[in-house]
Protein backbone atom coordinates (compact mmCIF):
# COMPACT_ATOMS: atom_id res chain seq x y z
CA UNK A 1 0.00 0.00 0.00
CA UNK A 2 1.12 3.32 -0.84
CA UNK A 3 1.73 5.86 2.41
CA UNK A 4 1.32 9.13 1.10
CA UNK A 5 1.69 12.57 3.40
CA UNK A 6 1.11 15.40 0.72
CA UNK A 7 -2.16 16.88 1.47
CA UNK A 8 -2.74 16.59 -1.96
CA UNK A 9 -3.53 13.02 -1.79
CA UNK A 10 -5.80 11.45 0.57
CA UNK A 11 -8.55 8.24 1.03
CA UNK A 12 -6.18 5.66 0.58
CA UNK A 13 -8.14 1.92 0.19
CA UNK A 14 -6.67 -1.17 -0.43
CA UNK A 15 -8.28 -3.85 -2.10
CA UNK A 16 -8.10 -7.23 -4.59
CA UNK A 17 -9.72 -7.33 -7.80
CA UNK A 18 -11.53 -10.26 -8.57
CA UNK A 19 -8.44 -11.89 -9.80
CA UNK A 20 -6.89 -11.36 -6.77
CA UNK A 21 -4.50 -8.76 -7.78
CA UNK A 22 -4.07 -5.61 -5.13
CA UNK A 23 -5.08 -2.66 -6.00
CA UNK A 24 -4.98 1.38 -4.27
CA UNK A 25 -7.51 3.79 -4.57
CA UNK A 26 -6.39 7.59 -4.01
CA UNK A 27 -8.63 10.71 -3.95
CA UNK A 28 -6.48 14.30 -4.90
CA UNK A 29 -7.44 17.05 -2.44
CA UNK A 30 -6.54 19.73 -4.88
CA UNK A 31 -7.94 17.67 -8.04
CA UNK A 32 -11.70 15.88 -7.97
CA UNK A 33 -10.23 13.02 -9.33
CA UNK A 34 -10.05 9.41 -7.89
CA UNK A 35 -7.34 6.55 -9.26
CA UNK A 36 -7.22 2.94 -8.84
CA UNK A 37 -3.74 1.74 -9.02
CA UNK A 38 -2.38 -1.78 -9.62
CA UNK A 39 0.81 -2.58 -7.44
CA UNK A 40 3.26 -2.91 -10.32
CA UNK A 41 5.77 -0.12 -11.32
CA UNK A 42 6.01 0.79 -14.74
CA UNK A 43 2.72 -0.20 -15.78
CA UNK A 44 -0.83 2.30 -16.72
CA UNK A 45 -3.29 1.70 -14.51
CA UNK A 46 -6.88 1.50 -14.78
CA UNK A 47 -9.13 4.32 -12.37
CA UNK A 48 -12.18 6.23 -12.29
CA UNK A 49 -12.32 9.65 -12.88
CA UNK A 50 -14.71 12.63 -13.48
CA UNK A 51 -13.28 15.56 -15.03
CA UNK A 52 -9.78 17.07 -14.07
CA UNK A 53 -11.05 20.57 -13.56
CA UNK A 54 -8.87 21.97 -11.23
CA UNK A 55 -5.72 21.07 -13.81
CA UNK A 56 -7.00 22.80 -16.42
CA UNK A 57 -7.60 26.03 -13.77
CA UNK A 58 -3.85 25.66 -12.48
CA UNK A 59 -2.96 25.80 -16.82
CA UNK A 60 -4.91 29.53 -16.57
CA UNK A 61 -3.35 30.74 -14.44
CA UNK A 62 -4.62 29.49 -10.97
CA UNK A 63 -2.91 28.27 -8.04
CA UNK A 64 -2.58 24.83 -6.50
CA UNK A 65 -1.43 24.30 -3.08
CA UNK A 66 0.51 21.22 -2.06
CA UNK A 67 1.00 21.63 1.56
CA UNK A 68 -0.60 23.62 4.16
CA UNK A 69 0.35 27.21 4.52
CA UNK A 70 2.36 28.85 7.47
CA UNK A 71 1.53 31.97 8.69
CA UNK A 72 4.96 34.81 8.11
CA UNK A 73 5.40 34.19 11.92
CA UNK A 74 5.81 30.64 11.79
CA UNK A 75 8.09 30.27 8.86
CA UNK A 76 10.26 32.94 10.07
CA UNK A 77 10.96 31.97 13.53
CA UNK A 78 12.12 28.37 12.07
CA UNK A 79 16.07 28.43 12.13
CA UNK A 80 17.28 26.59 8.98
CA UNK A 81 18.31 22.98 9.68
CA UNK A 82 22.39 23.77 10.01
CA UNK A 83 24.64 25.82 10.00
CA UNK A 84 25.57 28.41 6.68
CA UNK A 85 23.42 28.26 3.77
CA UNK A 86 21.37 25.32 2.72
CA UNK A 87 21.93 23.95 -0.95
CA UNK A 88 18.80 24.73 -3.49
CA UNK A 89 16.83 22.17 -4.94
CA UNK A 90 17.00 21.23 -8.43
CA UNK A 91 14.12 20.34 -11.01
CA UNK A 92 15.26 16.47 -11.81
CA UNK A 93 14.74 17.04 -15.34
CA UNK A 94 15.22 21.08 -16.06
CA UNK A 95 17.50 23.84 -14.84
CA UNK A 96 14.85 25.25 -12.51
CA UNK A 97 15.28 25.73 -8.86
CA UNK A 98 14.60 26.90 -5.71
CA UNK A 99 15.59 27.97 -2.32
CA UNK A 100 14.73 25.16 0.19
CA UNK A 101 12.34 27.05 2.38
CA UNK A 102 10.32 27.22 -0.65
CA UNK A 103 9.89 23.57 -1.43
CA UNK A 104 6.21 23.96 -2.22
CA UNK A 105 7.37 25.68 -5.20
CA UNK A 106 9.32 23.22 -6.30
CA UNK A 107 6.50 20.49 -5.87
CA UNK A 108 4.00 22.27 -7.51
CA UNK A 109 6.43 22.49 -11.04
CA UNK A 110 7.12 19.21 -10.66
CA UNK A 111 3.11 18.47 -10.89
CA UNK A 112 2.43 21.02 -13.10
CA UNK A 113 5.01 20.93 -15.55
CA UNK A 114 6.38 17.31 -15.47
CA UNK A 115 3.48 15.40 -13.98
CA UNK A 116 5.71 14.07 -11.37
CA UNK A 117 4.23 13.35 -7.44
CA UNK A 118 6.84 12.36 -4.61
CA UNK A 119 5.40 10.54 -2.09
CA UNK A 120 5.83 11.29 1.69
CA UNK A 121 8.36 14.59 0.90
CA UNK A 122 7.67 15.61 4.81
CA UNK A 123 9.85 12.45 5.70
CA UNK A 124 12.75 12.42 3.35
CA UNK A 125 15.97 13.40 5.66
CA UNK A 126 17.59 15.30 3.08
CA UNK A 127 15.66 16.73 -0.12
CA UNK A 128 18.40 18.68 -1.85
CA UNK A 129 20.41 15.86 -1.91
CA UNK A 130 17.29 13.18 -2.78
CA UNK A 131 16.45 15.47 -6.03
CA UNK A 132 20.01 15.21 -7.01
CA UNK A 133 20.14 11.84 -7.00
CA UNK A 134 16.89 11.41 -9.21
CA UNK A 135 17.94 14.13 -11.48
CA UNK A 136 21.17 11.90 -12.38
CA UNK A 137 19.02 8.43 -12.84
CA UNK A 138 16.25 10.10 -14.66
CA UNK A 139 19.41 11.29 -17.29
CA UNK A 140 20.41 7.45 -17.31
CA UNK A 141 16.99 5.30 -17.57
CA UNK A 142 13.46 6.06 -18.45
CA UNK A 143 10.96 7.58 -16.28
CA UNK A 144 8.53 4.74 -16.31
CA UNK A 145 11.57 2.61 -15.10
CA UNK A 146 11.34 3.91 -11.89
CA UNK A 147 7.42 5.53 -11.37
CA UNK A 148 4.29 4.17 -11.14
CA UNK A 149 2.27 5.74 -14.02
CA UNK A 150 -1.60 7.07 -13.19
CA UNK A 151 -3.61 7.82 -16.41
CA UNK A 152 -6.50 10.16 -15.60
CA UNK A 153 -9.71 10.07 -17.71
CA UNK A 154 -9.34 6.54 -19.03
CA UNK A 155 -12.97 6.39 -19.85
CA UNK A 156 -12.80 9.81 -21.63
CA UNK A 157 -11.85 11.10 -25.02
CA UNK A 158 -8.46 10.29 -25.62
CA UNK A 159 -7.80 14.20 -25.74
CA UNK A 160 -8.08 14.36 -22.25
CA UNK A 161 -6.07 11.70 -20.99
CA UNK A 162 -3.25 12.56 -19.23
CA UNK A 163 -0.30 10.50 -17.30
CA UNK A 164 0.71 11.42 -14.21
CA UNK A 165 4.11 9.73 -12.62
CA UNK A 166 4.54 8.58 -8.90
CA UNK A 167 7.81 8.16 -7.35
CA UNK A 168 7.72 6.22 -3.70
CA UNK A 169 9.27 4.04 -1.68
CA UNK A 170 7.38 0.83 -2.80
CA UNK A 171 10.68 1.15 -5.55
CA UNK A 172 13.23 -0.71 -3.69
CA UNK A 173 16.04 2.08 -4.70
CA UNK A 174 13.81 4.82 -3.69
CA UNK A 175 13.32 3.40 -0.21
CA UNK A 176 17.71 2.61 0.00
CA UNK A 177 18.08 6.15 -0.87
CA UNK A 178 15.55 7.60 1.95
CA UNK A 179 17.19 5.74 4.57
CA UNK A 180 20.83 6.19 3.85
CA UNK A 181 19.68 10.23 3.68
CA UNK A 182 18.23 9.18 7.32
CA UNK A 183 21.29 7.83 8.42
CA UNK A 184 23.98 10.32 7.00
CA UNK A 185 21.05 12.69 9.05
CA UNK A 186 21.29 11.05 12.45
CA UNK A 187 25.26 10.61 12.45
CA UNK A 188 25.10 14.81 11.80
CA UNK A 189 22.41 15.52 14.36
CA UNK A 190 24.23 13.13 16.82
CA UNK A 191 27.83 15.00 16.25
CA UNK A 192 26.19 18.17 16.80
CA UNK A 193 24.64 17.16 19.58
CA UNK A 194 28.29 16.21 20.91
CA UNK A 195 29.73 19.33 19.61
CA UNK A 196 27.24 21.24 22.03
CA UNK A 197 28.04 19.24 25.17
CA UNK A 198 32.03 19.70 24.61
CA UNK A 199 31.33 23.02 23.85
CA UNK A 200 32.46 25.54 27.08
CA UNK A 201 31.53 28.71 25.19
CA UNK A 202 28.40 29.45 26.00
CA UNK A 203 27.14 32.13 27.40
CA UNK A 204 23.27 33.47 27.72
CA UNK A 205 20.76 34.96 29.96
CA UNK A 206 17.84 33.24 30.79
CA UNK A 207 14.75 34.42 28.99
CA UNK A 208 12.66 34.69 32.14
CA UNK A 209 14.87 36.60 34.77
CA UNK A 210 17.91 37.82 32.88
CA UNK A 211 20.49 35.08 34.99
CA UNK A 212 23.33 34.79 33.20
CA UNK A 213 24.69 31.34 32.43
CA UNK A 214 28.22 30.55 30.78
CA UNK A 215 30.02 27.12 29.87
CA UNK A 216 27.87 23.91 29.46
CA UNK A 217 24.09 24.99 28.21
CA UNK A 218 22.89 22.10 30.46
CA UNK A 219 23.21 25.04 33.35
CA UNK A 220 20.49 27.17 31.80
CA UNK A 221 17.98 24.26 30.88
CA UNK A 222 18.28 22.94 34.65
CA UNK A 223 17.76 26.34 35.85
CA UNK A 224 14.73 26.93 33.86
CA UNK A 225 12.91 24.07 34.36
CA UNK A 226 14.27 24.26 38.67
CA UNK A 227 13.46 28.01 38.99
CA UNK A 228 11.05 28.61 36.84
CA UNK A 229 9.10 25.26 35.98
CA UNK A 230 9.78 25.57 32.42
CA UNK A 231 10.97 21.78 31.06
CA UNK A 232 11.68 21.56 27.51
CA UNK A 233 12.93 18.57 28.08
CA UNK A 234 16.19 16.66 29.43
CA UNK A 235 19.92 18.51 27.90
CA UNK A 236 20.61 15.26 26.47
CA UNK A 237 17.41 14.88 24.22
CA UNK A 238 17.91 18.15 22.31
CA UNK A 239 19.81 18.95 19.65
CA UNK A 240 20.55 22.74 17.81
CA UNK A 241 20.21 24.01 21.36
CA UNK A 242 21.45 27.54 20.50
CA UNK A 243 18.71 27.95 17.55
CA UNK A 244 16.07 26.29 19.98
CA UNK A 245 16.36 29.45 22.55
CA UNK A 246 16.29 31.61 19.65
CA UNK A 247 13.16 30.17 18.30
CA UNK A 248 11.91 30.46 22.12
CA UNK A 249 13.18 33.96 22.90
CA UNK A 250 12.07 35.16 19.48
CA UNK A 251 8.15 33.96 20.62
CA UNK A 252 8.13 35.70 23.90
CA UNK A 253 10.00 39.13 22.28
CA UNK A 254 6.99 39.52 20.06
CA UNK A 255 4.81 38.85 23.05
CA UNK A 256 3.42 35.53 21.67
CA UNK A 257 2.44 32.77 24.90
CA UNK A 258 4.81 29.70 23.86
CA UNK A 259 2.31 27.02 24.77
CA UNK A 260 -1.17 27.85 23.09
CA UNK A 261 0.61 30.50 20.89
CA UNK A 262 -1.29 33.65 21.73
CA UNK A 263 -0.26 37.19 21.09
CA UNK A 264 -0.42 40.12 24.15
CA UNK A 265 -0.06 43.68 24.25
CA UNK A 266 2.29 43.82 26.81
CA UNK A 267 4.99 41.54 29.09
CA UNK A 268 3.23 41.94 31.82
CA UNK A 269 0.23 40.66 30.45
CA UNK A 270 2.18 37.61 28.77
CA UNK A 271 3.72 36.88 31.99
CA UNK A 272 0.70 36.62 34.20
CA UNK A 273 -0.92 34.36 31.73
CA UNK A 274 1.93 31.96 31.47
CA UNK A 275 1.85 31.83 34.91
CA UNK A 276 -1.96 31.66 35.58
CA UNK A 277 -2.89 29.32 32.96
CA UNK A 278 0.42 27.17 33.52
CA UNK A 279 1.46 27.87 30.13
CA UNK A 280 5.07 27.40 30.53
CA UNK A 281 6.33 24.66 28.36
CA UNK A 282 5.87 24.42 24.57
CA UNK A 283 3.37 23.01 22.29
CA UNK A 284 4.42 19.77 21.46
CA UNK A 285 1.53 19.85 18.43
CA UNK A 286 3.67 22.69 17.19
CA UNK A 287 6.13 20.84 14.32
CA UNK A 288 8.29 23.57 14.11
CA UNK A 289 10.19 22.01 17.46
CA UNK A 290 10.57 19.13 15.97
CA UNK A 291 14.06 19.25 14.73
CA UNK A 292 15.52 20.20 18.22
CA UNK A 293 14.83 16.36 19.57
CA UNK A 294 17.03 13.77 18.89
CA UNK A 295 14.25 11.33 18.82
CA UNK A 296 12.68 12.54 15.68
CA UNK A 297 15.45 11.82 14.18
CA UNK A 298 15.79 7.86 14.95
CA UNK A 299 13.79 6.32 12.74
CA UNK A 300 12.43 6.68 9.23
CA UNK A 301 9.00 8.00 8.54
CA UNK A 302 8.12 8.45 12.73
CA UNK A 303 7.37 11.14 14.22
CA UNK A 304 7.96 11.52 18.21
CA UNK A 305 4.93 10.75 19.03
CA UNK A 306 4.51 7.42 16.99
CA UNK A 307 8.06 6.38 18.34
CA UNK A 308 6.49 7.12 21.91
CA UNK A 309 3.32 5.43 20.84
CA UNK A 310 5.28 1.96 20.13
CA UNK A 311 6.65 2.06 22.97
CA UNK A 312 3.54 2.46 25.33
CA UNK A 313 2.16 -0.58 23.33
CA UNK A 314 5.14 -2.69 24.13
CA UNK A 315 4.67 -2.27 27.96
CA UNK A 316 1.34 -3.38 27.20
CA UNK A 317 1.75 -6.10 25.31
CA UNK A 318 4.25 -7.57 27.78
CA UNK A 319 1.58 -8.67 30.13
CA UNK A 320 3.21 -12.11 31.28
CA UNK A 321 6.50 -10.45 32.78
CA UNK A 322 7.62 -11.74 35.62
CA UNK A 323 7.27 -8.43 38.18
CA UNK A 324 8.58 -10.52 41.40
CA UNK A 325 11.87 -8.80 41.56
CA UNK A 326 11.05 -5.68 40.61
CA UNK A 327 11.78 -2.99 44.21
CA UNK A 328 10.39 0.39 43.91
CA UNK A 329 12.84 3.40 44.34
CA UNK A 330 12.28 5.99 47.02
CA UNK A 331 10.82 9.47 46.67
CA UNK A 332 13.84 10.93 46.27
CA UNK A 333 13.35 14.67 48.14
CA UNK A 334 15.07 18.77 48.65
CA UNK A 335 16.23 20.09 50.75
CA UNK A 336 14.14 23.34 51.99
CA UNK A 337 16.88 25.41 52.36
CA UNK A 338 19.99 24.66 49.80
CA UNK A 339 20.32 22.59 46.59
CA UNK A 340 20.70 18.95 49.05
CA UNK A 341 18.77 15.76 47.68
CA UNK A 342 18.55 12.09 49.67
CA UNK A 343 16.93 9.18 48.42
CA UNK A 344 15.06 8.82 51.94
CA UNK A 345 13.17 11.14 54.24
CA UNK A 346 15.16 9.78 57.36
CA UNK A 347 17.78 11.35 55.70
CA UNK A 348 16.73 14.53 54.37
CA UNK A 349 14.99 15.34 57.62
CA UNK A 350 18.18 14.97 59.06
CA UNK A 351 20.18 17.12 56.86
CA UNK A 352 17.78 20.06 57.51
CA UNK A 353 18.14 19.53 61.19
CA UNK A 354 21.87 19.13 61.42
CA UNK A 355 23.07 21.75 58.80
CA UNK A 356 20.16 24.31 58.96
CA UNK A 357 18.34 23.80 62.50
CA UNK A 358 15.08 23.05 61.25
CA UNK A 359 13.04 20.38 62.41
CA UNK A 360 9.75 19.76 60.78
CA UNK A 361 8.61 16.66 63.00
CA UNK A 362 9.10 18.56 66.33
CA UNK A 363 6.78 21.92 64.52
CA UNK A 364 4.32 19.48 63.13
CA UNK A 365 3.72 17.86 66.73
CA UNK A 366 4.61 21.23 69.18
CA UNK A 367 1.61 23.01 66.46
CA UNK A 368 -0.42 19.97 65.80
CA UNK A 369 -0.29 20.54 62.14
CA UNK A 370 -3.03 18.84 59.69
CA UNK A 371 -1.92 17.38 56.50
CA UNK A 372 -2.68 20.50 54.31
CA UNK A 373 -1.49 22.95 57.29
CA UNK A 374 1.83 20.53 57.08
CA UNK A 375 1.56 21.87 52.92
CA UNK A 376 1.18 25.50 53.38
CA UNK A 377 3.80 25.66 55.35
CA UNK A 378 6.48 23.47 52.96
CA UNK A 379 5.15 26.15 50.42
CA UNK A 380 5.36 29.10 52.16
CA UNK A 381 9.22 28.33 53.33
CA UNK A 382 10.19 27.31 49.95
CA UNK A 383 9.29 30.57 48.35
CA UNK A 384 10.28 32.82 50.81
CA UNK A 385 13.55 31.02 50.48
CA UNK A 386 13.50 31.31 46.37
CA UNK A 387 12.27 34.78 46.87
CA UNK A 388 15.94 35.93 49.26
CA UNK A 389 13.88 36.47 52.52
CA UNK A 390 13.45 35.06 55.51
CA UNK A 391 10.65 33.40 56.62
CA UNK A 392 10.52 34.23 60.26
CA UNK A 393 11.58 38.34 60.25
CA UNK A 394 10.58 39.38 56.52
CA UNK A 395 13.86 40.51 55.67
CA UNK A 396 14.73 40.65 52.17
CA UNK A 397 18.60 39.69 50.90
CA UNK A 398 20.40 40.12 47.58
CA UNK A 399 21.05 36.55 47.54
CA UNK A 400 19.44 32.82 48.82
CA UNK A 401 23.12 32.41 50.07
CA UNK A 402 22.54 35.74 52.31
CA UNK A 403 19.55 34.62 53.40
CA UNK A 404 20.41 31.49 54.38
CA UNK A 405 23.47 33.00 56.49
CA UNK A 406 20.76 35.34 58.14
CA UNK A 407 18.88 32.48 59.41
CA UNK A 408 21.72 30.01 60.60
CA UNK A 409 22.93 33.33 62.64
CA UNK A 410 19.83 35.05 64.11
CA UNK A 411 18.65 31.46 64.67
CA UNK A 412 15.41 32.31 62.67
CA UNK A 413 14.94 28.22 61.36
CA UNK A 414 12.26 27.34 63.87
CA UNK A 415 10.33 31.21 64.09
CA UNK A 416 7.50 31.04 62.42
CA UNK A 417 5.48 33.99 61.48
CA UNK A 418 1.83 34.10 62.75
CA UNK A 419 -0.17 31.60 61.41
CA UNK A 420 -2.03 34.34 59.22
CA UNK A 421 0.74 34.71 57.42
CA UNK A 422 1.38 31.28 55.69
CA UNK A 423 -1.77 29.19 56.39
CA UNK A 424 -3.37 30.97 53.28
CA UNK A 425 -5.04 28.76 50.23
CA UNK A 426 -2.69 30.11 48.23
CA UNK A 427 0.16 28.11 49.65
CA UNK A 428 -2.14 24.76 48.85
CA UNK A 429 -0.05 25.07 44.84
CA UNK A 430 3.19 23.86 45.36
CA UNK A 431 6.44 26.18 44.68
CA UNK A 432 8.21 23.39 42.82
CA UNK A 433 6.62 20.78 40.19
CA UNK A 434 7.71 17.40 41.86
CA UNK A 435 8.48 18.00 44.97
CA UNK A 436 9.16 15.02 46.65
CA UNK A 437 8.95 16.87 50.03
CA UNK A 438 4.86 16.94 49.66
CA UNK A 439 4.60 13.48 48.95
CA UNK A 440 6.16 12.24 52.46
CA UNK A 441 3.87 14.35 54.40
CA UNK A 442 1.25 12.64 57.12
CA UNK A 443 -1.31 13.83 59.11
CA UNK A 444 -0.40 14.00 62.67
CA UNK A 445 -3.12 12.36 64.43
CA UNK A 446 -3.34 9.27 62.13
CA UNK A 447 0.28 8.96 63.59
CA UNK A 448 -1.23 9.36 67.22
CA UNK A 449 -4.84 7.34 66.59
CA UNK A 450 -2.83 4.45 65.44
CA UNK A 451 -0.44 4.59 68.67
CA UNK A 452 -3.38 5.52 70.91
CA UNK A 453 -5.23 2.60 69.77
CA UNK A 454 -2.49 0.61 70.61
CA UNK A 455 -2.08 2.08 74.14
CA UNK A 456 -5.77 1.65 74.74
CA UNK A 457 -5.22 -2.30 73.69
CA UNK A 458 -2.75 -2.58 76.15
CA UNK A 459 -3.57 -0.13 79.06
CA UNK A 460 -7.39 -1.33 79.28
CA UNK A 461 -7.69 -4.15 82.06
CA UNK A 462 -10.00 -6.78 81.14
CA UNK A 463 -11.59 -8.10 84.50
CA UNK A 464 -13.30 -11.99 84.36
CA UNK A 465 -16.96 -12.25 86.20
CA UNK A 466 -16.43 -14.05 89.83
CA UNK A 467 -18.30 -17.31 88.94
CA UNK A 468 -17.72 -18.57 92.39
CA UNK A 469 -21.68 -18.52 92.83
CA UNK A 470 -23.52 -19.54 90.06
CA UNK A 471 -26.66 -19.15 91.21
CA UNK A 472 -26.13 -15.44 91.76
CA UNK A 473 -24.28 -15.14 88.95
CA UNK A 474 -27.68 -16.04 86.78
CA UNK A 475 -30.08 -14.47 88.80
CA UNK A 476 -27.85 -10.67 88.52
CA UNK A 477 -26.40 -11.32 85.59
CA UNK A 478 -26.60 -8.61 82.38
CA UNK A 479 -27.45 -11.44 80.32
CA UNK A 480 -30.48 -12.65 81.58
CA UNK A 481 -32.19 -9.17 81.95
CA UNK A 482 -31.23 -8.85 77.41
CA UNK A 483 -32.97 -12.06 77.03
CA UNK A 484 -35.68 -11.40 79.12
CA UNK A 485 -36.19 -7.66 77.38
CA UNK A 486 -36.38 -9.87 74.17
CA UNK A 487 -38.67 -12.29 74.62
CA UNK A 488 -40.73 -9.77 75.56
CA UNK A 489 -40.14 -8.30 72.09
CA UNK A 490 -40.85 -11.36 70.47
Excluded at 47 to 69: F, N, W, Y
Excluded at 339 to 366: A, C, N, P, V
Aim: proline share 4%.
Amino acid sequence: MFHMQMCSWTSLDSWRDGRGQLKTTLKLVDYPIKIIINHKVGRCFDHVTPKMAACAGSRDGQDSILEPLCFPEQRADAPSSAPGAEPPLLCPFCPESVPLQHKDVLLKHLLLGHKLVIADVKLIADLPKYMLYWKGRFLEQPLTDFCSVIKTNSTGPVEKQEDYFLLCDVLPEDRDLREKLQQKRLEEVLEQQQQERDDSSFHRLCMFCSEEFTGNRASLLNHMAREHSFGIGLPDNIVYCDQFLDTLQSKLDNLQCLYCEKTFRDKTTLKDHMRKKAHRRINANNSTYDRFYVINYLELGKTWEEVQSEDDRELLDDEDDDWSDWQAHPVSAVCLFCDHQSETMDQIYTHMKEEHGFDLHYLRTELNLRFYQQVKLVNFIRRQIHQSRCYGCQQTFPSRDGVLRHIVSEGHAMKLPDASTWNQPQYYFPTYENDGLLCTLSDSDDEDDESGERRRGEDVPVIAEDISDLRALKQSSVLKQLLKNRGSCS
